[in-house]
């Protein structure tokens, strides 16, 4: 029964976050640009969950692995979405750097339930940095 179950759930995918049509004037590096290095890093630790493009592992093929995926990816681009950073006012693009900083300061992001199955996302202390530095950079400039 729990067999048949499993194999019936695989035909109930959820749609997946892969937008071919990104438009790049919007997204946080062409408004506030950046060093190449920095926005590699935050390709890397940050836009599978924040923008709108995912890159699928291949359990994300599994149901209910794949709900649960597509439940987090959701929830991070509701919370911030890179890709679509030129759309928001300009004090929440503020509090969204300020937010940004104080998540990596505290550890918080990238989440370790991400960089445990993404090792390409771990951040080193040097690399952290690096972004804290772009950030006050930019919250300098604007």
């Not at 004090?91 to 990238?110: D, V, W, Y």
Request: with cysteine; net charge positive.
């Amino acid at each position: 029964m729990l067999l048949a179950i499993f194999v019936v759930i695989q035909f109930f995918r959820p749609a997946k976050n892969q937008d071919s049509q990104q438009d790049a004037t919007q997204d946080i590096a062409t408004i506030y640009p950046m060093p190449d290095s920095v926005q590699h890093m935050m390709q890397l630790a940050c836009y599978d969950c924040h923008s709108n493009h995912t890159r699928y592992p291949w359990y994300a093929e599994i149901q209910p692995v794949g709900w649960l995926l597509n439940k987090h990816v959701q929830e991070g681009r509701q919370e911030l979405n890179f890709q679509e950073y030129g759309k928001y006012s300009f004090r929440r693009q503020r509090n969204k750097l300020k937010r940004m900083k104080e998540q990596i300061t505290a550890g918080k992001m990238p989440l370790s339930s991400y960089t445990l199955l993404h090792p390409e996302a771990r951040l080193t202390p040097a690399q952290k940095q690096a972004i804290l530095t772009w950030i006050d950079s930019t919250l300098t400039k604007i």
